[in-house]
C-alpha cells in the first residue's frame, strides 16, 4: 500500500503598519518575477513574464 501527501506552502507578505512598499506600476511586474522564481523558470522561459 502507498501514501500519497502532498505539502502546501502559502507565502504571505506584509509590512508593518500594513503601508504599501510596492509601487503599483511594479506589482504586477513583480508577481511575474516571483511565480518565475516559484515555477523554477527563467523570464526567457516563461511566457507571462514580459517587462513593461
Do not use: H
Not at 501527501?5 to 510596492?22: D, N, P
Not at 506600476?25 to 518565475?36: G, N, P, R, T, V
Amino acid at each position: 500500500m502507498s501514501t500519497y501527501s502532498q505539502i502546501y506552502i502559502q507565502a504571505i507578505f506584509a509590512v508593518k503598519g500594513r503601508e504599501s512598499l510596492i509601487r503599483s506600476e511594479w506589482e504586477d511586474l513583480l508577481y511575474k518575477y516571483i511565480a518565475c522564481i516559484v515555477n523554477n523558470t527563467t523570464p526567457t522561459e516563461s511566457n507571462n513574464y514580459q517587462n513593461g
